[in-house]
């Protein structure tokens, strides 16, 4: 994979301003990010819907999660093999907290454990992202391995991408100007950034 030295050099100065970051104030952020997803008249309508499960240094996602199976939502969550991510189905709150860590430190299902994929099962109605750095016209930078941009070109492909929302949740910190987020042309454009 060619990398893009722009970005690259994007991802260090962001990864810098979130590990400056007070955890009140990532908290406090998430909090109010959290309130906004769930105002969101795509977070209403979406039955189906993937979340990533959070690092210390991202959006915590864990009242999100909570809130959509106390909304009886179908919720889907990242699991990786090699170069490839899945959307996989969680039942409910106990099986998230039962969920084995890997060594990032990152509640992920088991590859092994089968569980059903939203692309073997009707897609997904809305996908909320983490990333790096995000631009108010909805411009993208993830961790440089493109595990959500192959992922979303195989939802895209199958589903159209029409049948999806895609919003991106990010703190303050995480949001740059057009200008410095250069796009390559595997990069999805997203529906939103939720910011605090």
């Known amino acids: 994979m060619i990398r893009n030295p722009a970005k690259a050099a994007l991802r260090l100065r962001i990864k810098a301003k979130l590990e400056a970051m007070t955890p009140e104030g990532r908290d406090t952020q998430s909090k109010a990010i959290a309130a906004k997803v769930l105002a969101l008249p795509e977070f209403k309508a979406a039955k189906r819907i993937s979340v990533y499960l959070s690092t210390d240094a991202e959006v915590n996602t864990v009242e999100l999660l909570r809130e959509m199976f106390n909304q009886?939502?179908?919720v889907y969550v990242p699991t990786y093999h090699k170069s490839t991510m899945e959307m996989v189905k969680l039942k409910d709150f106990a099986d998230y907290e039962a969920l084995p860590l890997t060594s990032w430190k990152i509640k992920q299902p088991?590859?092994?454990?089968?569980?059903e994929s939203a692309l073997e099962s009707g897609g997904l109605e809305l996908v909320l992202m983490p990333g790096v750095a995000f631009t108010e016209s909805h411009g993208r930078c993830g961790?440089?391995?493109?595990y959500y941009d192959k992922f979303l070109a195989r939802l895209i492909e199958k589903f159209g991408r029409e049948?999806?929302?895609?919003?991106?949740?990010?703190?303050?910190?995480?949001?740059?100007a057009d200008d410095e987020l250069p796009m390559d042309a595997t990069d999805v454009r997203l529906d939103g950034v939720i910011t605090a």
């Open 163 to 176: 049948s999806v929302k895609l919003i991106a949740v990010a703190f303050k910190e995480q949001i740059v």
């Open 110 to 115: 088991k590859w092994s454990d089968n569980r």
């Open 72 to 74: 009886k939502k179908e």
């Open 143 to 146: 961790h440089g391995m493109g």
